[in-house]
């Protein structure tokens, strides 16, 4: 497989990983216009549910995307 391909398939993982915008905010009873508290996510990420622990882990790691510099 060359660089290139590998490159393509790679370059759109967010947009295949979120599926269904909005669940995790509609599973913590938090409306979309507010942001969700940190300490609400990092309990989220520890829950029993593999799928809620997914999604937080998912929102953990794109807040760190949205940092300049």
Do not use: C, Y
Request: aromatic content about 2%.
């Amino acid at each position: 497989m060359s660089r290139t391909t590998k490159d393509n398939s790679d370059s759109r993982w967010i947009q295949r990983a979120i599926k269904r915008k909005g669940s995790l905010h509609e599973a913590l009873h938090v409306p979309m216009s507010k942001k969700i508290p940190d300490a609400l996510l990092q309990k989220a990420s520890h829950s029993r549910s593999p799928l809620m622990r997914e999604r937080a882990n998912l929102a953990k790691n794109l807040k760190r995307f949205n940092r300049s510099g």
